[in-house]
């Protein structure tokens, strides 16, 4: 597990450490090596410490006699963020964290899993900023985020590809899908686009007229 990270500008996304599950510790070192700041909430801080890895910012708010002093001195350079607004999730805190420092975008580890009331909050924030900063959930099964209107990535075949209406989306068209979508509409609750594929090695392309739709690339 890397404990240090080595990029020091905004040019890389900044990782944020969640409470939910936890993923790989691949996966985990792999974004520590490129992230330029490192977030972790207070409710995960000790998970964090387990695995030897450096943070830069402790944010949130503190509750049940946590103790901040510990963490400064074995963290050092540790920033505190005392959050206590009871109105917002710890995480959307640290959203607004990196929004009021500029910092345009930022992976989330740590965010699925256990309670789903927490998963699914998670997953809409990334709707609800998604004119503020862009936020891409990972774990060890899927990377998951905001599709702009017109969307093309090259994928290899049978590459397992869900697409998830946050509300309604309408007029649905994509390209090298095993399941085609042509001007189609997903409504949650109702019609999602889960469990399709890609048909052949090469560029998939997803069009959508309005809607906010989510993109899960999956491994099974």
């Known amino acids: 597990m890397s404990s ?25 070192g792999q974004l520590l090596e490129w992230s330029p700041l490192v977030i972790v909430l207070d409710s995960a801080i000790e998970r964090v410490m387990e695995l030897d890895v450096k943070v830069d ?8 006699g946590f103790d901040v002093e510990k963490y400064q001195t074995s963290q050092y350079p540790l920033e505190i963020v005392h959050t206590p607004d009871q109105n917002k999730t710890d995480l959307e805190k640290a959203l607004d964290y990196l929004i009021a420092r500029k910092i345009p975008a930022v992976n989330v580890v740590w965010a699925t899993g256990r309670r789903a009331d927490h998963t699914i909050t998670n997953l809409t924030n990334i709707v609800r900023y998604r004119n503020l900063i862009k936020i891409v959930i990972l774990d060890d099964h899927s990377k998951i985020f905001l599709l702009p209107n017109k969307f093309e990535k090259w994928y290899t075949a049978g590459t397992p590809i869900s ?7 309408n007029g649905i068209y994509s390209k ?32 959508h007229n309005d809607g906010d739709l989510l993109l899960m690339e999956c491994i099974d």
């Open 176 to 207: 090298n899908l095993v399941y085609p979508l042509q001007n189609d509409t997903l409504t949650m609750g109702y019609r999602t686009g889960s469990s399709n594929e890609v048909a052949h090695d090469g560029i998939v392309t997803i069009n």
């Open 163 to 169: 697409l998830i209406p946050i509300g309604v989306v």
């Open 4 to 28: 240090h990270h080595i990029v020091r500008d905004d040019q890389e996304p900044a990782l944020i450490i969640a409470n939910g599950a936890a993923c790989h510790p691949e996966l985990l």
């Open 57 to 64: 910012v402790l944010l949130g708010d503190f509750d049940r």
